[in-house]
């Protein structure tokens, strides 16, 4: 089992940039896959990127590559992700989530992690 805590998030303006964290507990994270999803009020969670065992396989949603870029430290059981260029369409409760497979299938599906973080709220000003 494995705990996941988000941290990071803030109000910035657009154009900048932020980096989130999640850490997680638990001596195998290098054999979790990882997911960052946001969810705006209203909407539902929408995927970002996920990332598997070794961070060599990321994939991203189209609309994310180019600002959205993930990474991970297995050593320091940590996954980042890092946003630039960020717009007020931005604005949501973001989250990391963990699984135990190499990677989810389909990857995309929040429903397809087992593990979830608490959330960290980005908002980003026009």
């Known amino acids: 089992q494995v705990q996941l805590v988000e941290s990071g998030g803030g109000l910035v303006q657009a154009g900048g940039s932020l980096r989130l964290s999640c850490a997680a507990s638990?001596?195998?994270?290098?054999?979790?896959?990882m997911g960052w999803f946001r969810q705006a009020p209203g909407k539902e969670r929408e995927f970002l990127v996920a990332?598997?065992?070794?961070?060599?396989?990321?994939y991203y949603a189209d609309s994310r590559k180019g600002r959205f870029t993930i990474s991970r430290d297995n050593a320091k059981n940590t996954v980042y992700l890092q946003m630039n260029s960020l717009k007020p369409e931005d604005t949501a409760a973001y989250y990391c989530?963990?699984?135990?497979?190499?990677?989810?299938?389909?990857?995309?599906?929040?429903?397809?992690?087992?593990?979830w973080g608490q959330g960290t709220q980005v908002s980003v000003s026009s």
């Open positions: 638990g001596r195998t994270f290098g054999n979790y896959a």
């Open positions: 989530a963990a699984d135990r497979s190499r990677l989810p299938v389909p990857y995309t599906s929040a429903g397809a992690y087992e593990y």
């Open positions: 990332s598997g065992w070794s961070g060599d396989n990321t």
